[in-house]
Nanobody
Framework: QVRLVEFGGGLVQAGDSVSLSCTDS????????MGWFRQAPGKERECVAA????????YYANPVKGRSTITRDADENTVVLQIDNLKPEDTAVYYC???????????????????WGQGTQITVPS
């Protein structure tokens, strides 16, 4: 059974960096795409970054492009998102997501993901 466990987040000062990690403790799927989404109060959940099954292809949303890095350890089925130079507009709940078996390509639509973590809060005071 897939179980996504997230680590990281919290209260971070503007300009600092944060590293979020997510592991599929169930180890059910070893070769599927993973992604990070975020949802701010009153807003839709949006894709922040995504990575394909091998780690060879990545995607970054415009708000974090150039200051974020997503990587994965395929053997451990773990994905890490680092965001540098944090801004108050980065404040949101961040969710890790995993595509179902066979989902090798990265995806940016939340409907393409079958499994979700519980979410972790990042707060960047203004």
């Amino acid at each position: 059974q897939v179980r996504l466990v997230e680590f990281g987040g919290g209260l971070v000062q503007a300009g600092d960096s944060v590293s979020l990690s997510c592991t599929d403790s169930g180890r059910t799927f070893s070769n599927t795409a993973m992604g990070w989404f975020r949802q701010a109060p009153g807003k839709e959940r949006e894709c922040v970054a995504a990575i394909n099954w091998s780690g060879s292809t990545t995607y970054y949303a415009n708000p974090v492009k150039g200051r974020s890095t997503i990587t994965r350890d395929a053997d451990e089925n773990t994905v890490v998102l680092q965001i540098d130079n944090l801004k108050p507009e980065d404040t949101a709940v961040y969710y890790c997501a995993l595509r179902a078996s066979g989902g090798l390509a990265l995806a940016t639509e939340k409907t393409m993901y079958a499994y979700w973590g519980q979410g972790t809060q990042i707060t960047v005071p203004s």
